[in-house]
């Protein structure tokens, strides 16, 4: 039973361009979120986090979207570079947190 | 340096053994997980601890233990009753209040 889910499982994105990625929860009593990269071979790090008092939170290129009633955020990175091209984890819940399957995102130069 | 170390990188299984998988931390975190990633999939919790001597299931406990002897320290042993331990296995810790989780880089496990 998948409480955090992320539909796309790639996404290829023209450096220079926006890249979205988007993450669906269930459970409306959810109140902290976050997105995490991961390279290859290595441990997922922290990029950004939301909790439910805000719709937007934003860090340098990252800014994070967070739609309550529909239980949805998204991440948009502007601009993407090459080297954002990892799998990003979206990460929901109150303290144990529940993670989606990943996204893989491709910047191409 | 704080952080989490996992050992080994790598490592091979022959089925019906148990192995332990280290994860060591300096960042003086209460709580430890574990987590199992698989293709597809996302990270899937197995057991984690939030203080010594204490350890709770998560979702897929079955066929592994932990032990929690030292706040430093949180192994887990995949036991030959896991049907499927091949996978990419993580460990994190988390502080308090509103944190994110800090991972290690993970253990490959394989059964040869």
């Known amino acids: 039973d998948q409480q955090v889910k992320q539909n796309s499982p790639s996404l290829s994105v023209q450096e220079g361009r926006i890249s979205i990625l988007n993450c669906d929860y269930t459970?409306?009593?959810?109140?902290?979120f976050l997105w995490y990269k991961k390279y290859p071979a290595e441990g997922p790090t922290f990029l950004i986090s939301i909790s439910s008092i805000k719709d937007k939170n934003e860090d340098g290129r990252f800014t994070v979207f967070l739609n309550k009633s529909a239980k949805h955020l998204s991440l948009h990175i502007v601009p993407s570079q090459p080297g954002d091209s990892a799998v990003y984890f979206c990460?929901?819940?109150?303290?144990?947190?529940?993670f989606g399957a990943g996204t893989r995102l491709t910047v191409k130069p | 340096d704080g952080g989490i170390t996992q050992s080994p990188k790598y490592l091979f299984r022959k089925e019906g053994q148990n192995v332990t998988l280290s994860c060591e931390q300096n960042?003086?975190?209460?709580?430890m997980y574990w987590y199992r990633q698989d293709p597809g999939q996302g990270l899937r919790l197995i057991y984690y601890?939030?203080?010594?001597?204490?350890?709770q299931k998560g979702d897929i406990a079955e066929g592994y233990s932990v032990s929690r002897e030292k706040k430093e320290s949180f192994p887990l042993t995949v036991t030959s009753a896991q049907k499927n331990p091949t996978a990419f296995y993580l460990c994190?810790?988390?502080?308090?209040?509103?944190?994110?989780?800090?991972f290690g880089d993970g253990t490959r496990l394989s059964i040869l």
């Open positions: 990460a929901a819940g109150n303290n144990d947190m529940r």
């Open positions: 459970n409306s009593m959810f109140d902290y």
């Open positions: 994190a810790t988390y502080g308090a209040g509103r944190q994110p989780q800090h």
């Open positions: 601890s939030q203080i010594v001597n204490d350890f």
């Open positions: 960042l003086n975190h209460d709580a």
